[in-house]
């Protein structure tokens, strides 16, 4: 899918993988798998911390490099 930049509401059977809650902040990326709500936010049932790109899918340069 796209990438996307949206609101995911995090509690207490949320799973994670590749870091924990306290990881995450606004600018961290996430995929996330779950319960898309009416204002288009999610209630995430899975959380992968800082995923890395399909092969076949462009990366983001770091630090704009």
């Known amino acids: 899918g796209a990438i996307q930049t949206l609101t995911v509401t995090l509690d207490s059977s949320t799973t994670y993988t590749g870091g924990s809650q306290s990881d995450i902040t606004t600018s961290t ?37």
Do not use: M, W, Y
């Not at 999610?42 to 490099?65: D, H, W, Y």
């Open 29 to 65: 990326r996430i995929a996330g798998i779950g319960k898309t709500n009416s204002d288009g936010s999610l209630t995430a049932v899975s959380v992968q911390i800082n995923p890395t790109a399909p092969s076949g899918f462009p990366r983001r340069p770091e630090n704009n490099q």
